[in-house]
C-alpha cells in the first residue's frame, strides 16, 4: 500500500531571520549563473561601477569645503590675488559640478550593466516556478484556487526585483557610504566627529527598522485581504454564468466587499504608523545635524576649523541622511520582497505527488492493448474510491465504463493519465507498467475528448493545434473535416483565427466537442479516451458527434465513460462499476439477458426518455 503524501508546504525554520537569508541564498545562482559568461561580467562590472559612484559621491564635498575656504579668505587678500582666488574656486565649482554628475553617470550606467541579470533572474526563476507548478498533482491543483496561486507567481517575481534592486543598489551602497565618510571624517578631523555621524545615522535606521518592523505586520494583513479580494474576484468572473443563473450579484458583490473593507481598515492603520515613523526620523536627523553642526562651530572658535569644514559636516550628514530616508521603505520593501519570494519558492519546494522513476524509458506501443490489474485507490488512503478493479482493453477494442455517479469511472481515467498513482495493483499499456515509463510519453499515447472541453481563450486554430503544436495549417483543417467543423469555421469571418472567448464561452457546446474532436485527431494517439463526450449535448447535437466517434474510434483502443448507455451499445465489452467494484461484464445484448444493474439502468434511461418523447 502507497503511503498517503502530504501536500503542506514543507516547515519553516522558526527564525525569520534564518527563513529570509535563506530565501536569499537562493536568489545566488541568479546573480552568477551558470554558463552566462556575459552575465557574469556584467555583476563584476556593476560592482565595479557602485564602489566608483560611491568613490566619487564622498569626494564631491570636498570640492565644496575647499570653495568655501577660498571664499572665506578673500576679504583679506590683496586685490592682485583676488583673480587668482576666482579662478581657483571656479575650478573647485566645475570639479564639484563634474563630480556631481560623474556620480549620478556611475549609478546609471550600473543600473544599466544590472538590468540584464535582475530580468534573467526574474525569468528564469519566474519560468521555473511556472513549470514546478505544471509538474505538481491534480490534487494540489484541486486544493488550491487558481486566483490566489496567479497573485503568489506575481508578487514573488516583482520581490525578485526588489531585493536584487534595493538590497544590492540601496542597502549595500548606503552602507559603504557610511563607512568611507567616517573614515574621511576621522582622518580630516578627530575620531569624535566620525562617532557622532555615526550615531546619529545607526539611531536613525534603528528606529527607521523597528518601526518598519512594526508596520509589516499592517502590511501583512493588508496582503492577505488584497489576495483573498482578488481570489473571489476572479473565481466570481469565471463563474459569471452561475452568479447570473442564481441571481446572486449582489451577494458575489458583499463578499467582495467584506474583503475589500478589511484591507481598507488594514491600509489605514498603516497609513497612520508610516506618520509616526516619519516624525520620529525627522527628529532623529535634526539633533543630529545640531549637535554636529555645534561640535563644527566649536571648533571654527578654537581655530582648529575652518568654514569649509563646517560646510563639510553638514554636507555629509544630509548627503547619507538623502538615502536613508527612505530607509523604512526600502526596508519594507525588501522584507515584503522577501516575504513573498519565500511563499512563491514554498510552491517550488512542494514535490510533486506523481514523478518518472530514475531513468524512465519511454513507452513503446505496439498496438494500444490496457490492462487495470487489480486497481485499489482513493483520494485518501482510508477512502478507497476503488476495490481491487481488473479488466483488460484488447489493442483496436472498445471497452464501455458506466455505473451511477461516484461509481469510479472517470477515477480510472485519472490513473490511466497517471495524475494519481493507485494505492495497489498496476495499470499495463502494451506489458509496460505506466509507473515505469515517462509520463511524458504515456500522455502522448492517449487522447481524451472530455465531458467539459474546456479552451483555451485563443483562436479555433490554436486550440485545434494545442493537440500538436507543430501541426500545419493543412493538419488543422484536415483534421477539423473529420471533426465535421470545418464547415462551421470557414463560415465564421475570422475563419480559424476566431477567438472563443474565456473557457470557450463564445462557441456552443456541439462546437466545442468537435474542437476536441479535432484536437485529439491532430494528435492521433494510439488509445483514446472518451470520458462522457456527448452527456452535455441535445439529441441530435449527440447522434452527430456520436457518428464523429465512431470514425475516430476506427483501428483505436478505445475506452468510454458513458451516462447515455445509448451511445455504447456497441461497444465491444461493457463494465458496470458500483461502489467502486466491477459488478457485471458482458455486451449490451448480454447484460440486458442478465437482468441485472444494466439491465435496470437500461430500462430506466429507456422509460425517461419515451417521457421526454411524449413530452
Known sequence: ???????????????????????????????????????????????????????????????????????????SLLASQLSAVFA???????????????????????????????????HVIALNTFRHLHQLSLRFHLDRQTGGLSRVIERGTRG?????RLFVFRAGPSLLELALVCSILWTLFNWQFSLAVFATIAVYACWSLALTEWRLSFRRTMNTHDAEANTKAVDSLLNYETVKYFNNEENEARRFDRSLKAYEDAAVRSHGSLSFLNTGQAVIITLGLMGIMTMAARGI???????????????????????????????????????????????????????????APDLKTGGGTVVFENITFGYSADTPILRNVSFEVPAGGSVALVGHSGAGKSTLSRLLFRFYDPLDGRILIDGQDIRTVTQASLRRAIGIVPQDTVLFNDTIGYNIAYGRPDATQEEIE????????HGFVSGLKDGYNTRVGERGLKVSGGEKQRIALARVLLKDPEILLLDEATSALDS???????????????????????????TIVDADTIIVLDRGEIVETGSHTELLARNGLYAGMWRKQQASMDEDTET
Open 1 to 75: 500500500m502507497a503511503r498517503k503524501r502530504s501536500f503542506d508546504y514543507p516547515t519553516l525554520p522558526p527564525d525569520g531571520a534564518r527563513r529570509e537569508w535563506s530565501t536569499l541564498a537562493r536568489l545566488a545562482p541568479g546573480l552568477w549563473p551558470k554558463g552566462e559568461p556575459g552575465l557574469r561580467v556584467r555583476v563584476v562590472l556593476a560592482l565595479v561601477l557602485l564602489v566608483g559612484g560611491k568613490l566619487v559621491t564622498v569626494i564631491t564635498p570636498y570640492f565644496f569645503k575647499k570653495a568655501v575656504d577660498e571664499l572665506a579668505d578673500a576679504p
Open 88 to 122: 581657483t574656486v571656479v575650478a573647485l565649482i566645475l570639479a564639484y559640478g563634474l563630480a556631481r554628475i560623474g556620480s549620478r553617470v556611475f549609478d546609471e550606467l550600473r543600473d544599466m550593466v544590472f538590468a540584464r541579470v535582475v530580468e534573467r533572474a526574474t
Open 160 to 164: 525578485i526585483d526588489i531585493v536584487l
Open 301 to 359: 572658535v578654537n581655530g582648529t576649523m575652518t568654514p569649509g569644514d563646517f560646510v563639510l559636516v553638514n554636507t555629509y550628514l544630509i548627503q547619507l541622511y538623502q538615502p536613508l530616508n527612505f530607509l523604512g521603505v526600502v526596508y519594507r520593501e525588501i522584507k515584503q520582497a522577501l516575504l513573498d519570494m519565500e511563499i512563491m519558492f514554498r510552491l517550488t519546494d512542494t514535490p510533486p505527488e506523481v514523478v518518472d522513476a530514475p531513468n
Open 478 to 485: 484536415h483534421a477539423a473535416r473529420l471533426a465535421a467543423i
Open 540 to 566: 441530435h447535437t449527440e447522434r452527430a458527434i456520436q457518428d464523429a466517434l465512431r470514425r475516430v474510434s476506427e483501428g483505436r483502443t478505445t475506452i468510454t465513460i458513458a451516462h447515455r448507455l445509448s
